[in-house]
């Protein structure tokens, strides 16, 4: 969690803390900008009707003796502590370090400030999180985790702030829940490929009690529905989301006699590069021979893949900015519920072969 110190002290002979410094009060701004001190809380409010010159010159006080304001005198002035709380599942911070990105930038611009606790899968730690949010009074709570699956919703007194859950749902038809358009971020790298010419395409991906992997799966047979292909049950394969599981894909697909892939689809990058590596092993070009594209845009992972990675990007920081934005949005009154599911983007790098036709150095990205 995000934790704001006072201001500093020193400790006496005698042991008691003392300000090492006096801090200057509003008093001390309304005699030096020479008007009252009901004055200068309009002037640093924003509130009231001053002049120009006169807010201008209460201002220009406070700076020159490094004024704040008590946030928690303004807190109750305003009735709102310009904080919100982001309680994360993702203890590995591989997708909510991104969410929490986005939604930083958007509150910046409003001077917001954020903060952040992981409760790392822990149900009775994430109360004991809730419970500290709550005390300190923000103005919302944004709940992301590292799989978008439904979760229980956080329990919370009736109408007492608004939540988000993103790359997250809620058991509750009320919740608002932003999340990653999975089966549209599939369908994209496989109409892709076909617009590659590939034909015999595999979809290579993790457990199936994973709602991301059912989604991806839909959108990979919609997009071989749409081009009239067909789509073979031995080459849709749920299993681990691991490099491991994709290198014995490849070679079990191999193996065999009979037709072989000519490109993959894999449900994670860590899938994908599993796949790379056995293709490269067993002397099959990638993308000469097949193409490959994963899932995350897990950029470190993509980018040192051999041949560097096509994959899809969830947009996570897209994600954060939006749960900004509507989080602001309910604050202010508004009523928003439901399931959004916000656009993936493919990005086009080395292992898709788009780039042996086109010569293109850098990395494209590609939207719905």
């Avoid at 410094?21 to 200068?40: M, N, Y």
């Avoid at 994670?268 to 594209?293: F, H, K, M, N, Y």
Wanted: hydrophobic share 40%; charged share 25%; net charge positive.
């Amino acid at each position: 969690m995000i934790v704001f110190r006072g201001p500093r002290q020193s400790v006496t002979a005698a042991g008691r803390a003392t300000k090492s410094k006096s801090r200057p009060t509003i008093h001390d701004v309304a005699r030096l900008a020479g008007v009252s001190i009901g004055t200068v809380s309009k002037a640093l409010n924003g509130g009231g009707k001053l002049r120009d010159d006169t807010r201008s010159r209460v201002q220009q006080a406070a700076k020159q003796l490094a004024f704040r304001p008590n946030e928690m005198a303004l807190s109750l002035h305003r009735g709102r502590s310009l904080t919100i709380g982001l309680i994360s599942r993702d203890n590995f911070g591989r997708f909510g370090l991104p969410i929490m990105e986005g939604l930083e930038e958007c509150m910046a611009d409003q001077s917001i400030a954020v903060f952040m606790c992981n409760a790392t899968d822990d149900p009775a730690r994430e109360a004991r999180h809730l419970e500290s949010l709550l005390s300190k009074q923000v103005d919302g709570i944004v709940v992301t985790a590292r799989r978008s699956d439904p979760r229980p919703k956080l329990e919370l007194p009736a109408g007492s702030l608004p939540v988000i859950y993103v790359y997250a749902q809620a058991d509750d038809a009320d919740a608002l829940c932003l999340v990653p358009d999975d089966e549209g971020g599939a369908r994209q790298a496989t109409e892709h490929l076909i617009r590659l010419g590939r034909r015999r395409i595999a979809h290579v991906t993790g457990p199936e009690a994973f709602e991301a992997v059912r989604l991806r799966r839909a959108g990979y047979r919609q997009a071989l529905a749409n081009a009239g292909l067909a789509c073979r049950a031995d080459f849709c394969l749920p299993g681990r989301w691991s490099e491991s599981w994709g290198r014995q894909v490849v070679d079990e697909l191999f193996h065999q006699a009979g037709t072989r892939p000519d490109a993959f689809v894999c449900g994670s990058d860590q899938i994908a590069r599993g796949v790379a590596d056995a293709l490269r092993e067993r002397g099959v070009g990638v993308p000469e021979d097949v193409s490959l594209t994963g899932f995350d845009n897990w950029q470190i992972l993509a980018e040192a893949t051999r041949p560097a990675l096509t994959t899809v990007d969830m947009n996570l920081k897209d994600l954060g900015r939006e749960a900004g934005r509507c989080l602001m949005e309910l604050v202010s009154g508004g009523r928003l519920k439901g399931v959004r599911r916000l656009p993936c983007s493919l990005v086009v790098r080395d292992s898709c072969g788009a780039k042996l036709l086109t010569q293109t150095q850098e990395p494209q990205r590609l939207v719905p």
